[in-house]
C-alpha cells in the first residue's frame, strides 16, 4: 500500500458524509474520495467539505472520482443502496441492496483494488457476504460495521444507568444487526467487575438490563420514526474503524466479520468482536457464552443463513 493513506467513499448520502465530516475533524487521511452514481453531488460534496479546509487543522485532500480511485487507495468504504423507511426491518432491504452492492463490488475488484472493504450498507451482515462472495478477496479485507453501532449505543445507556464512563464498561452487541442481535451480560464489565455483580452491589434492578437492551434494539426504529435516518453515530463508528485500522492500533472492535467456524458456524458475516489491524480483521475472538447466549447466537445464524440462500442465486448469476 501506499504510505498516503487514501480512502474511498461510495455513496454520498447522509450516512457516508456523516463519516467523512467526521474524518475531516480528526484528521488522520490524507486523500478523500467521493464517488457517487450522481457525480454533480459527489462534486458539490467535496466542495463543501474543501472550502472548511482553512478552518480545520487537516491537510486532507477531497475531490470527487470514479471507481478507477480505487486502484491504489488503502480503504473502500460503501454507504452507497437504498434507505430504510419507517416501519421497515433492515432484512427488507435485502434483494434490492444485495444487486446495488454487487454491483458496486464488480467495479471496486475491476478497478485492481486490493485494500481492505469496509460495507456500512444495511443489511449489513449479508451485503458484507456479498462483497466478499463477489469479489473473491482474503475474508480479512471485509468488514462490515456490523453491532459496532448497537455495541457504542449500549455502552452509551449503561453508562448512563450506572453513572460510569463509557469508556470504563467493557460490553458487546452480538449476532445480526438488527432484531435478533442480543447482549452478552456475562460478558459485560463495568472496570474489572462483571455488570451483574457491580449491580448486585449497588442494589439496582438487574430487570433494567432488559429495559436497556431493548431500548438498544429499538433505537434505530425510534430515530428513523423522528427524524427519517441514522447517521452520525454510524458515521464516527466509520471514523472509529477507519482510524483503528491505519493506526494498526490492534482495537477489539465489534464489527461483522466472517465466521470460519468461531462460536460453531461458518460462510456467514455477524457482528462479533475482532482484533483490528494495518490488514484488516486479524482475529475473530471468541467470548465464552452459556446455553443461553449461545441459543441466541444460532437463532441470529439461522435467520442471517435462510436470508443468504435467498440471495445465493443473485450472487451467482
Known amino acids: 500500500m501506499d504510505e498516503k493513506r487514501k480512502v474511498v467513499l461510495i455513496g454520498t448520502g447522509m450516512v457516508g458524509m456523516s463519516m467523512a465530516y467526521s474524518l475531516l475533524n480528526t484528521g488522520g487521511i490524507d486523500e478523500l474520495v467521493l464517488v457517487d452514481i450522481d457525480d ?31 486502484k491504489n487507495s488503502d480503504i473502500v468504504v460503501i454507504c452507497a443502496g437504498a434507505n430504510q423507511k419507517e416501519g421497515q426491518t433492515r432484512l427488507e432491504l435485502t434483494m434490492i441492496n444485495t444487486k446495488i452492492i454487487k454491483d458496486i463490488a464488480l467495479k471496486i475488484k475491476e478497478s485492481g483494488f486490493s485494500g481492505i472493504v469496509i460495507v456500512a450498507s444495511n443489511p449489513v451482515d449479508i451485503l458484507s457476504y456479498v462483497v466478499y462472495k463477489v469479489m473473491d478477496i482474503d475474508k480479512s479485507k471485509v468488514i462490515g460495521t456490523g453491532t459496532l453501532l448497537d455495541t457504542a449505543r449500549m455502552r452509551f445507556l449503561l453508562s448512563e444507568y450506572l453513572q460510569v464512563s463509557s469508556d470504563d464498561i467493557e460490553a458487546y452487541v452480538l449476532g445480526e444487526h438488527g432484531d435478533s442481535s442480543f447482549i452478552s451480560w456475562m460478558n459485560t464489565y463495568v472496570g474489572c467487575k462483571s455488570v451483574v455483580e457491580y449491580i448486585d452491589e449497588k442494589n439496582l434492578d438487574m430487570n433494567d438490563l432488559n429495559d436497556i437492551y431493548e431500548d438498544v434494539k429499538n433505537a434505530a426504529y425510534e430515530i428513523i420514526e423522528r427524524k427519517k435516518a441514522t447517521y452520525y453515530g454510524i ?81 451467482s448469476k
Open 235 to 315: 458515521g464516527l463508528a466509520l471514523n472509529k474503524l477507519i482510524q483503528s485500522i491505519f493506526n494498526d492500533s490492534h482495537k477489539i472492535l465489534c464489527v461483522s466479520a466472517y465466521l470460519d467456524h468461531e462460536y460453531n458456524h461458518d460462510d456467514i458475516y455477524m457482528g462479533v468482536p475482532c482484533v483490528i489491524n494495518r490488514e484488516g480483521v486479524k482475529e475473530v475472538i471468541q467470548i465464552p457464552l452459556n446455553d443461553m447466549d449461545q441459543n441466541k447466537f444460532d437463532k441470529s445464524y439461522s435467520i442471517l443463513k435462510a436470508i443468504k440462500l435467498d440471495i445465493k442465486k443473485e450472487i
Open 40 to 70: 454533480e453531488k459527489a462534486k458539490g460534496e467535496a466542495m463543501d467539505l474543501s472550502h472548511g479546509l482553512p478552518y480545520n487543522f487537516s491537510k486532507m485532500k477531497i475531490y470527487n472520482g470514479t471507481y478507477a480511485d480505487c
